[in-house]
């Protein structure tokens, strides 16, 4: 069984920056876009960065555009997010997501359910 696993959240001051990181245990996750989204308090979840399987394709939320970068390293199974220029309205919980039922796509999706592999997310916390 897949499980995806994040780690790396924390609390920042503003202007400060986190890595987020995406692993997979059970499978790998090489062949599949994968996604990242966040939740805040009272808010419904929203997409923030996407990459296909290659890493030759990324997108970004306008709100993070130029402060967030999303990566992967296929050789160890994991998907990144660089969090820089951190504001408080980053402030959220992030989730991992994998879309498993596309194999080698060339484009990443930034629709919640177009991902069927989820993990348990981790809280970023920016303080002013």
């Known amino acids: 069984q897949v499980q995806v696993v994040e780690s790396g959240g924390g609390l920042v001051q503003a202007g400060g920056s986190l890595r987020l990181s995406c692993s997979a245990s059970?499978?790998?996750?090489?062949?599949?876009?994968s996604g990242w989204f966040r939740q805040a308090p009272g808010k419904e979840r929203e997409f923030v960065a996407g990459i296909n399987f290659s890493g030759r394709s990324t997108g970004y939320a306008d709100s993070v555009k130029g402060r967030f970068t999303i990566s992967r390293d296929n050789a160890k199974n994991t998907v990144y997010l660089q969090m820089n220029s951190l504001k408080p309205e980053d402030t959220a919980v992030y989730y991992c997501?994998?879309?498993?039922?596309?194999?080698?796509?060339?484009?990443?999706?930034?629709?919640?359910?177009?991902?069927?592999?989820w993990g348990q997310g981790t809280q970023v916390t920016v303080s002013a």
């Open positions: 997501a994998v879309d498993s039922s596309h194999i080698y796509s060339a484009i990443y999706s930034s629709a919640l359910y177009d991902y069927d592999l």
């Open positions: 059970g499978r790998t996750i090489r062949p599949y876009a």
